[in-house]
């Protein structure tokens, strides 16, 4: 039987102006086989979902009033065994099980901006639907994402452990472009 | 939404800005206001106002609007509030302006010029600060410059509030004894707030990051930093705060609380100084663009400016060189940096408008090819210059001096604003790589072309 899910309150650690990157994963480390982690914060923190995608989590998030977002983070027992399916559809909340691997690895860190959103994109045109590329970014591409999306690609980003690396994984669309 | 659009109004807030800035240095050349006449005579008010407000203030509120999005990764509150906060701040400058006319003994009607000018600068900054400030809260946790931001627009919550009580009581409106002593002698707070909190202040917050993006810096948060921060934000509050319940509850001057937040401003701009110089060391890239090498000599002004501003209120001369000094915040820090990173800026989101559709499906020029760096080093390099004489002069108390300086600044200030529109309108863009359709001739004053989207 599927224990309950797992509470974590990580507003007080954010409003004191804390980190609570570390509090997080030593809770994903204490969770029970299949069990799911509630996690409360102040802001809906999407670096996360890419981190714990990473570790077979799907995720579910709801702004809960105040600001405040209440985000479920499920184990995926059938990541693994997803290899090579479709990935959902969906940009920013795609998740990596599912997709194939990268065809391409990009380093656009010590480019000078916009230098990595060009290089970006212009990779991203040479892959075939469907195809992954990876690019490492010394900071969050704010003007690169919308674009991405845009063309109808799907993306999925975070800041790697350093806190400095910020890693990307950008899946090709069919070619239709999202409705502006 | 994730990530950022461009800002459809900043290009029009930086257009009224770059107008409002030649004008004041028209009526510079033309001796009009300090130093050729009084620095508390109402056209010195004229001039003041028309750099404050028409020229930094817009400037500044145009890059908040596109660059506090970046700062924190979400996109602006309300895409299309800009454009009615711009409407109310130029019609409330233009009131502000003819009524200090007035006091200057211009005939210029019975309308309470004055009082609805403040009247409507407060709504048109109200409506930027609550648009900047949503975006801020929404996007909490917020890093370091995105601090520094949200002190210099509480600095500014002051500023207007000071200002409106001041119109309030020149036009007659009210003779509440508590507001009338705070405009017979809350000057310095305004002007305090004004240049340093929200002028200043936003600005060093805005170069921690656009610094460190440009030359490929390291943007670690250092605990210089931090105490930057605080040091500079406690001064605000000792403006804010302590200077008025000094003057009006304990019946003091405005000395203590003006000394003790320049001692925290001094302190706070040492530490600023300090991480920007590490900033510049401990670049990747080595060779750096125009924007970057002007924007040191601006910073070495704020430097110069700080230390003259130590000096001579230790020396107790302060009241004597205020002008010269504010003068040398004003153009050589303020609008030194100003001009060099919208040299960047406004080639940037041209580029982005016109050719973000396009990247990776056919070729397209890069940023630096909208520009002519060559050409637009010799106007930087007058413009400086000639701050740095008419600084001399203003110390001097010469004013003829002073105007040819002026008309040096005014020459550099012009060419340079050809090399932004030249930026814009893509003039040195080859014919086969120009964009087609719609984005093929942005505006200068309307809307950028890409919507925000949410």
């Known amino acids: 039987m599927t224990q309950a899910p797992h509470e974590l309150d990580v507003r007080p650690i954010l409003r004191a102006g804390g980190e609570p990157f570390t509090a997080i994963m030593d809770a994903v480390k204490g969770l029970g086989s299949g069990q799911a982690l509630r996690l409360l914060a102040t802001f809906e923190p999407v670096p996360l979902y890419g981190v714990l995608a990473k570790k077979g989590f799907d995720h579910a998030a709801r702004e809960v009033g105040g600001g405040d977002w209440e985000v479920l983070f499920t184990p995926t027992s059938a990541a693994v065994a997803a290899q090579g399916r479709p990935g959902k559809p969906g940009g920013e909340n795609a998740a990596t099980p599912g997709w194939p691997e990268p065809l391409r690895h990009l380093d656009n860190r010590d480019l000078e901006p916009p230098e990595p959103l060009v290089r970006t994109l212009a990779a991203v045109e040479e892959l075939q639907p469907g195809e992954v590329l990876s690019a490492l970014l010394c900071r969050e591409p704010v003007f690169l994402l919308p674009k991405l999306r845009e063309r109808g690609h799907e993306w999925q980003g975070a800041f790697e452990e350093d806190g400095k690396t910020y890693k990307l994984l950008v899946r090709k669309g069919t070619g239709k472009e999202a409705a502006a | 939404m994730i990530g950022v659009s461009l800002s459809r109004w900043t290009m029009s807030y930086f257009t009224i800005a770059l107008v409002a800035l030649l004008g004041a240095e028209m009526l510079m050349v033309a001796g009009f206001g300090f130093p050729s006449q009084s620095i508390v005579a109402p056209q010195t008010l004229v001039l003041v106002h028309l750099i404050a407000i028409g020229w930094l203030s817009l400037l500044i509120s145009g890059a908040l609007l596109q660059f506090v999005p970046v700062l924190v990764a979400k996109s602006l509150a309300y895409s299309e509030l800009p454009i009615v906060a711009l409407a109310f701040l130029v019609a409330g400058l233009a009131g502000l302006l003819v009524g200090f006319l007035a006091l200057a003994g211009f005939s210029v009607g ?48 002051g500023v207007i509030t000071l200002g409106t009580i001041f119109s309030f009581a020149l ?120 924007n970057a090498r002007m924007a040191a000599w601006a910073l070495g002004s704020l430097g110069l400016g700080s230390l003259l501003l130590l000096v001579l209120t230790a020396l107790g001369e302060i009241d004597r060189f205020v002008g010269a000094i504010v003068f040398l915040f004003a153009f050589g820090w303020l609008t030194g940096l100003g001009l060099a990173k919208l040299y960047k800026i406004v080639a940037f989101l041209t580029w982005l408008e016109c050719y973000g559709e396009l990247l990776g499906r056919r070729p397209t020029p890069r940023v630096q090819d909208l520009v002519d760096e060559r050409r637009a080093k010799l106007w930087f390099w007058l413009y400086f210059a000639s701050v740095g004489a008419a600084s001399i002069a203003a110390f001097l108390g010469a004013p003829l001096a002073f105007r040819v300086a002026a008309f040096g600044m005014l020459v550099a200030t012009v060419k340079i604003c050809v090399e932004l529109v030249s930026a814009r309108t893509l003039r040195l863009v080859p014919p086969t790589l120009l964009p087609q359709g719609d984005r093929a001739r942005p505006g200068l004053l309307r809307p950028s072309l890409q919507h925000s989207r949410r």
């Open chain 2, 110 to 157: 019975s309308i309470p010029w004055l009082t609805l000018g403040a009247i409507c600068l407060t709504v048109g900054f109200v409506l930027n600060i609550w648009n900047l400030g949503r975006t801020l809260w929404s996007a909490r946790p917020i890093g370091l410059p995105a601090h520094f931001v949200a002190a210099g627009l509480l600095s500014l919550v």
């Open chain 2, 171 to 290: 036009g007659g409106w009210t003779t509440n004894p508590v507001l009338m002593r705070l405009t017979a002698q809350g000057i310095p707070l305004h002007a305090a707030l004004g240049l340093g909190g929200w002028l200043t202040f936003t600005a060093m917050g805005v170069t921690y990051r656009l610094l460190a993006m440009f030359m490929l810096s390291p943007e670690a948060e250092h605990r210089t930093s931090q105490i930057a921060l605080v040091a500079g934000a406690a001064a605000i509050l000792v403006v804010l705060i302590g200077g008025p319940v000094c003057l009006l509850i304990l019946g003091q001057g405005l000395t203590h609380p003006l000394l003790v937040a320049l001692v925290l401003a001094i302190v706070s701009l040492s530490l600023y100084g300090h991480d920007i110089v590490r900033l510049y060391r401990t670049r990747k890239r080595r060779k750096i663009e125009l």
